[in-house]
């Protein structure tokens, strides 16, 4: 479904995660509050698009919980979220989007790299699920990773309606194709894409 074109290493749970739980969790966290974040400027952006707008909202809300639910699980363990930190693969991914052009170009550019986001953050959260020692960590991964795969296909449902002619199929290859290259050099930290 996701058509990525490397699968994510289970070496990264075994031998990097699970050394620092307290650094994934807290990256997992911010991860979900830039996916608010988005989904806020993609309303701010369109106020015009009802389907977007209320579609938009409704993620905004449901991302917002997921931020909770890791802090929850950070405080359980006896952590505390750390600091924000910059993502590099999110930052090269950000670089490919083509800038300029109609505002709808703008648009499913910015609507194809959320669901690249969402595509990689569904795998990686599948790897968790399946290798990562804490069983409670592990059902919580398993519940994100169907969210995320549902947040994916939103993504790309909505750049295909707002279109408008534009060949959304050929610039999704190409992101695949990109993000195929960008992911071989990650995999290293504890962080949900690093």
């Not at 650094?23 to 806020?40: F, M, R, T, V």
């Not at 993502?87 to 609507?111: H, I």
Request: hydrophobic letters at 45%.
């Amino acid at each position: 479904m996701l058509n990525l074109q490397l699968a994510t290493d289970p070496f990264w749970v075994k031998n990097v995660v699970e050394g620092n739980l307290e650094a994934l969790l807290s990256d997992h966290a911010y991860c979900e509050q830039k996916a608010a974040s988005n989904a806020i400027t993609l309303i701010t952006l369109n106020p015009d698009r009802s389907e977007l707008v209320t579609a938009m909202a409704a993620l905004a809300q449901e991302e917002m919980d997921h931020f909770q639910r890791v802090h929850e699980h950070l405080l359980k363990r006896g952590f505390k979220l750390g600091w924000d930190k910059k993502d590099a693969y999110v930052n090269e991914l950000a670089r490919f989007m083509r800038k300029g052009g109609s505002a709808v170009e703008q648009l499913t550019e910015r609507l194809l790299f959320a669901a690249m986001i969402e595509a990689r953050s569904c795998e990686r959260f599948k790897v968790l699920a399946a290798h990562i020692e804490d069983e409670e960590l592990a059902g919580f991964y398993r519940e994100l990773m169907a969210s995320e795969a549902n947040h994916y296909m939103l993504f790309i449902k909505l750049a295909k309606k707002y279109a408008d002619g534009l060949d959304i199929d050929s610039r999704w290859k190409e992101w695949l194709e990109f993000e195929g290259t960008v992911i071989t050099r990650y995999g290293k930290t504890q962080s949900v894409h690093g």
